[in-house]
């Protein structure tokens, strides 16, 4: 009786195995399989993303320009741009008017404060890049001459280009989803100002993770937060705006809500709420893979298609904040 006991133990762990490697094979497949449509749809295009050096080198755009930082975890002394979501970030930024660059860690490294900004950073995020480099951003913004900033999670929605050239508020730093560094307008001097404020506040904050956006966190939330000098716009000016807000349905757009707004973020948060609600654009086998990037960029590039095809854009028509729902447009993320 022990040994046939033991046999069905041992059969149930070949078994279990088999499973694992089965599930690890078709995740496997199915990342290869979603990487190879997405790199197919790029080569398509074959639009190589610029970074800020090249533009200086092959001259101004009459486009305003749109900067997003990248540097590679992987390859952290390497220009290589290796996310596919950064090239969706380029394409989409392009079809919206906009003359998109890359501004890198080198970047970053021309600025004078540079030094100063990594002694502090090494104290607290030793071995964390990804805090380091989001920091870092501030400085290679300053460096290539300020502007709007988006994270290159963060897509064009219905952007008047009217209102891209000037900068709003005479350059002041403005952050158009509250302290979440998504969409952020400022001139080179306020960019500078900004890296120091935010630098000079981890030493001084409470959170326990001292990211660049808990930073801005204690500016907006301080009674004395005007002292900053930073413009937040809150969360119902609606400027920019969560996956969830605008994705009614599997492949189905909330069209007014799209295009009364300049972006949507579509951080790992507002695709996962996608999942979770059911509406997540396409096929996916195992929750582990939401958090790929392959698996991100096609999702953000199927509903970005689907807001071309189902809502009529107006471009040319400054936001009319008076006439949006904000009552059904949450702040949960916040």
């Known amino acids: 009786m022990k040994s046939n006991s033991n046999f069905r133990k041992l059969g149930l762990a070949i078994c279990a195995v088999a499973a694992f490697f089965l599930v690890i094979s078709l995740q496997m497949d199915s990342y290869s399989s ?11 295009k074959d639009v190589p993303v610029m970074t800020a050096l090249d533009e200086d080198a092959e001259g101004k755009s009459d486009r305003p320009i749109v900067k997003t930082f990248y540097q590679s975890m992987k390859h952290p002394t ?28 080198a970047d970053a490294k021309r600025h004078p404060y540079y030094d100063t900004m990594k002694e502090a950073l090494m104290e607290k995020f030793p071995t964390d890049l990804y805090n380091q480099y ?16 988006t994270d290159y999670d963060t897509m064009p929605s219905n952007f008047p280009l009217s209102e891209a050239v000037p900068l709003p508020n005479d350059g002041q730093f403005t952050s158009f989803q509250t302290f979440i560094p998504s969409l952020i307008s400022a001139s080179e001097e306020e960019w500078t100002r900004v890296a120091k404020l935010i630098t000079e506040q981890t030493a001084l904050t ?10 801005l966190k204690d500016m907006y939330t301080m009674k004395n937060s005007d002292s900053y000098g930073i413009e937040f716009k809150d969360v119902y000016s609606n400027y920019v705006l969560k996956p969830e807000d605008v994705v009614e349905g599997k492949n189905f757009m909330r069209c007014d809500r799209m295009n009364k707004s300049f972006a949507i973020h579509y951080s790992h948060h507002g695709l996962d709420m996608l999942n979770r609600r059911g509406k997540y654009p396409i096929e996916v086998i195992h929750p582990s893979q939401l958090s790929w990037s392959v698996t991100r960029a096609k999702a953000i590039k199927a509903i970005m298609k689907d807001y071309r095809e189902q ?15 904000v009552k059904k ?6």
């Open 311 to 325: 809502c009529k854009m107006t471009n040319k028509v400054k936001k009319e904040k008076s006439n949006v729902d």
């Open 206 to 215: 409470k959170e326990k993770h001292a990211s660049d956006m808990m930073m």
């Open 78 to 105: 390497s220009d290589e741009i290796d996310d596919p979501i950064v090239q969706v970030w380029k394409e989409e930024w392009e079809l919206a008017g906009f003359e998109p660059q890359v501004v890198t860690l």
């Open 34 to 44: 979603i990487k190879r449509d997405l790199l197919a749809e790029n080569d398509e």
């Open 134 to 149: 989001c920091f870092f951003r501030y400085l290679a913004m300053a460096a290539t001459g300020g502007g709007w900033h």
């Open 329 to 334: 447009i949450s702040a949960e993320s916040l």
